[in-house]
């Protein structure tokens, strides 16, 4: 079974950046699609971004395009979310999953693994 542990998020102003991170072990993470998720209080999960397993095509939602940016290094099996031009709105709990498949997904139950979630908070 594959763990899935983030970092990166915090505390940040209006317009600072942050770059998150998923390092996963104990199981196979070069061969299959990842994702990054964030729930907002009070809110259901959404998509924010995915790649495929090779590290692209990528897929973002549109509130985060241009914005943010996915990327991975199999090597290190590491996923990043490099987040830009932060917004009150982006304020959620940060979560990365692992896909069972090569193709990315923007739906969470196409995704099996997740981690536990790094909080990110944008002040205004």
């Known amino acids: 079974q594959v763990q899935l542990v983030e970092s990166g998020g915090g505390l940040v102003q209006t317009g600072g950046s942050l770059r998150l991170s998923c390092v996963a072990s104990?199981?196979?993470?070069?061969?299959?699609?990842m994702g990054w998720f964030r729930q907002a209080f009070g809110k259901e999960r959404e998509f924010v971004a995915a790649?495929?397993?090779?590290?692209?095509?990528?897929h973002y939602a549109d509130s985060v395009k241009g914005r943010f940016a996915i990327s991975r290094d199999n090597a290190k099996n590491t996923m990043y979310l490099q987040m830009n031009s932060l917004k009150p709105g982006d304020t959620a709990v940060y979560y990365c999953?692992?896909?069972?498949?090569?193709?990315?997904?923007?739906?969470?139950?196409?995704?099996?693994?997740w981690g536990q979630g790094t909080q990110v908070t944008v002040s205004s």
């Open positions: 999953a692992r896909r069972l498949y090569a193709s990315s997904s923007f739906l969470p139950a196409d995704y099996g693994d």
């Open positions: 104990g199981g196979t993470f070069s061969g299959y699609a």
């Open positions: 790649i495929n397993w090779s590290g692209g095509p990528t």
